[in-house]
């Protein structure tokens, strides 16, 4: 730290540029009118219908699927957190990156199966799935509850990644009345409507146009920084120097890190496809073979990811300083692009967090209708009345993660999407096991989960804070430092294998 | 005989995993590849290798339904 701030370079601050502005409106117009439109789009013969509405027909082809799931998967938020962790702590920052390649053989081997159970028998949700496996009503409900509690946090998330766009508009701070962030609060609401009238549909179709544009932004990107900052070689050394000077992260992983970085991608890449955004994507496409091609062809988005971190070491090669690590993706383009440019950027990613908070909240008001609604309240309702109920759930789930975004603090959101990630990943064994073998049955499988899922919690609980890491009596004197998330897991399938042993099988039933 | 060629494909999806989750392995600065350091390219070129790997997989399986 230095005494004298005139040497120290100025805190990046944003300010209102017309032609940014400009740039930014224009395409949110434009998939505004995209998300009302989509109701008419591959039209079915009625939309008041689950399949229709929450899975768009079950009818999406391979280059939908891809644009869908690309949009779903890789969010605003990644396009602004994994940057801004990479600037931060560096090497370790690029976990994202083995994570999101061993995500696609787990995908083409599992997902397949999943699809084709889903297709059979009419099942929209993963709860669906493990209550016609197990006939288990306990263990429906705690797998359809996990994915609601875990991707509120995650929709939440989103709107962090477009406050951070609407603030390098220079728009932040406005309030009308007791709504702090307005424009925040207008644009979700836009995207509730088109939501509720057009069901899946809408982010579907506007997923084209926002990963064509992140294509765009990252690849103009990776090509003119380093041609102005003087190549990759001059980038990598800037950060080096930068992280040594700070005396905190580095180009390559601490002893430390190994594990954590290896058992953090492992573990991210088996929760990620047990969302209910990522399944309905899945669900959600005409067949198996699809979902194999997409498979094949997604990895294409995980580059494009690896060249979204390296923006963190750009923004060390560029000398930006940021109030906020969260600032530094906007700060970067804000610095070195013309205004439009700049726009076009902030447009691309403000409408990635559209589509993935779209397609969580129809996952979440799926499994509400399916696994909460259809099973307690009224077993009898049509599936018009399912597509009414989950339509109405979508618009509640979103108010709500508005709301805890505007009114409480961004810690809250970022500590329960971490929970989340634990707690999804316990709900693998109901999901997936039962696709492999008839052996287990819920009494395991649900014992399993509540020490997974409570366990987990418990690790994560520190004394200054939630953490993702566990350090383990192995391994050298000061452990092993491991992702909580795949420790319980362990747990998890251990107290599934154990109770299963020791309760008395009952006559096996027809699978 | 088809059979057993095709569950052989599918061994192939073991690669990613053991490639990229021992990070000793690749944590290292040295060689370069235009500029980026091994740790970087390394797992940047497991991308489309992954991608082959599957593509393989697929070509396999893709009849079997």
């Given at each position: 730290m230095t005494t004298d701030p005139a040497a120290a370079p100025a805190v990046w601050t944003p300010t209102l540029n017309y032609a940014a502005l400009a740039v930014f409106l224009f395409f949110f117009l434009l998939v505004t009118v995209m998300g009302f439109v989509a109701a008419r789009w591959?039209?079915?013969?009625?939309?008041?219908h689950i399949d229709e509405?929450?899975?768009?027909?079950?009818n999406f082809g391979t280059w939908i699927t891809w644009f869908l799931v690309g949009g779903d998967f890789y969010t605003a938020y990644t396009v602004i957190a994994v940057p801004a962790l990479v600037y931060a702590v560096?090497?370790?920052?690029?976990?994202a990156l083995p994570y999101t390649i061993v995500v696609y053989p787990f995908v083409f081997l599992v997902m397949p199966l999943l699809w084709k159970k889903a297709k059979e028998m009419n099942y929209v949700t993963s709860a669906d799935i493990v209550h016609g496996k197990y006939n288990s009503r306990a263990l429906e409900l705690v797998v359809a509850i996990t994915g609601v509690v875990a991707t509120m946090p995650y929709i939440a998330l989103q709107l962090i990644g477009m406050e951070a766009v609407i603030k390098a508009l220079g728009l932040s701070g406005i309030s009308v009345g007791p709504i702090h962030n307005f424009p925040l609060t207008i644009a979700f609401l836009i995207l509730a409507f088109y939501t509720y009238s057009s069901g899946l549909r809408a982010p579907a179709l506007i997923a084209f146009v926002k990963d064509i544009m992140i294509y765009i932004v990252v690849i103009v990107a990776v090509i003119v920084v380093p041609l102005k900052l003087g190549g990759y070689g001059a980038v990598f050394d800037k950060a080096g120097a930068d992280f040594a000077a700070a005396g905190k992260g580095g180009l390559l992983l601490g002893g430390n890190q190994m594990a954590a970085y290896a058992t953090l991608a492992l573990g991210s890449a088996l929760a990620a496809f047990m969302y209910p955004h990522t399944l309905t994507g899945i669900f959600a496409s005409n067949s198996a073979n699809t979902i194999r091609k997409n498979a094949v062809l997604l990895p294409a988005y995980t580059l494009l990811l690896g060249l979204i971190a390296m923006l963190g070491y750009m923004g060390h090669a560029a000398g930006i300083k940021v109030a906020?690590?969260?600032d530094i993706v906007p700060a970067l383009f804000d610095t070195l692009f013309s205004g439009w440019f700049a726009g076009f950027a902030y447009a691309a990613i403000g409408i990635g967090a559209l589509v993935p908070a779209a397609v969580m909240s129809i996952g979440a008001a799926n499994l509400f209708t399916r696994n909460f609604w259809k099973a307690y309240?009224?077993?009898?309702?049509t599936p018009a009345g399912e597509a009414a109920v989950a339509k109405v759930t979508s618009l509640v789930v979103k108010v709500g993660a508005l709301l805890v975004i505007v009114y409480l603090p961004t810690k809250f959101a970022l500590d329960l999407q971490l929970l989340g990630g634990i707690w999804i990943l316990q709900t693998l064994p109901a999901l997936v096991f039962g696709l492999y073998t008839n052996w287990f049955r819920a009494p395991g499988l649900l014992a399993g989960w509540a020490v997974g899922f409570v366990g987990g919690s418990w690790m994560a609980w520190g004394p200054e804070g939630l953490k993702p890491l566990q350090a383990l009596p192995?391994?050298?004197?000061a452990g092993t430092t491991v992702y909580i998330g795949l420790v319980a897991l362990a747990l998890n399938v251990a107290v599934a294998v154990a109770v299963n042993l020791v309760t008395a099988r009952r006559p096996v039933a027809a699978a | 005989m088809d059979r057993r060629k095709s569950r052989a494909a599918l061994w192939l999806l073991i690669i990613p995993y053991v490639g990229l989750l021992y990070p000793a392995f690749y944590?290292?600065?040295?060689?370069?590849?235009w500029g980026f350091p091994f740790f970087y390219w390394y797992q940047l070129a497991f991308v489309p290798i992954t991608a082959l790997l599957t593509y393989i997989a697929y070509r396999s399986v893709r009849d079997d339904d």
């Open positions: 591959r039209k079915p013969e009625t939309l008041a509405w929450g899975l768009g027909g079950r560096g090497a370790y920052g690029f976990f906020t690590n969260n309240v009224n077993p009898e309702v192995f391994g050298g004197p | 944590n290292h600065l040295e060689p370069r590849l």
